[in-house]
């Protein structure tokens, strides 16, 4: 049973265009959305987190909605740049259910120069 | 640098060997979790410390696993006998504990240890 489906598997945006992937999850007990960027070679990198109190959360170029009712997250990657290239990942978790971050199968990002 | 430290960065063995990795979390942080992953997935959990108490274990995390943390401070991870299948990416992640009334704090990763099963 996968709790978190994310969308599309790979993907790739022209520089400077807006990138934006997708994640639903089915555990409504679900109360803690974090994005991890992930480069080849390394451990994943937090890069923004929402909890379901709020619609929205901007830091600099990245961008979470979140869609309660919709039990919906997405990241959004404004002014894509090649360095953005990378896998991202999206995660849940639950107080209820302990801290353990439940993931997201990734989605490979290529940004084009 | 004062993120998450694992090592070895690498690890090379034969089937059936024991292998320990060793995990070096934030110096504030309290808990300490363990993943795995595998290629084009996800981090998987494995476990979780907070402080020197193992307070959740996965069911991925089959006998031939275990974990410590001695002192609350650094984690090691053992495996058994090891197998093919167990050929993955160990990742070690920390982050403060807060009390469950204020939710989960944000957990910050280091860069894994890479098992390569011969």
């Known amino acids: 049973q996968q709790q978190v489906k994310q969308s599309p598997q790979s993907l790739i945006v022209q520089k400077g265009g807006i990138s934006i992937i997708n994640c639903a999850y089915e555990?409504?007990?679900?109360?803690?959305f974090p994005w991890y960027q992930q480069f080849p070679g390394k451990g994943p990198a937090l890069l923004i987190a929402?909890?379901?109190?709020?619609s929205e959360k901007k830091e600099g170029r990245f961008t979470i909605s979140f869609n309660k009712s919709a039990k919906q997250f997405s990241l959004h990657i404004m002014d894509s740049q090649p360095g953005d290239s990378a896998t991202y990942f999206c995660a849940a978790s639950s107080r209820q259910a302990g801290t353990a971050l439940i993931f997201g199968k990734g989605t490979t990002l290529s940004v084009s120069s | 640098d004062t993120g998450v430290s694992q090592d070895p960065r690498h690890k090379i063995t034969k089937r059936g060997q024991n292998v320990t990795f060793r995990c070096d979390p934030i110096?504030?942080?309290?808990?300490l979790y363990w993943y795995r992953q595998t290629l084009g997935q996800g981090p998987e959990f494995l476990t979780y410390?907070?402080?020197?108490?193992?307070?959740?274990k996965s069911r991925l995390l089959s006998d031939r696993f275990s974990a410590e943390r001695p002192k609350g401070s650094f984690s090691t991870l053992e495996i058994q006998r090891t197998e093919q299948g167990d050929s993955a990416m160990y990742l070690c992640?920390?982050?403060?504990?807060?009390?469950?009334?204020?939710?989960?704090?944000?957990?910050?990763f280091g860069d894994g240890t890479r098992l390569s099963i011969l």
């Open positions: 555990n409504t007990a679900f109360d803690y």
């Open positions: 929402i909890r379901p109190d709020v």
């Open positions: 992640a920390s982050s403060l504990g807060t009390g469950v009334e204020k939710g989960n704090q944000p957990q910050h």
């Open positions: 410390f907070q402080n020197e108490a193992q307070l959740e």
């Open positions: 110096s504030e942080h309290n808990r």
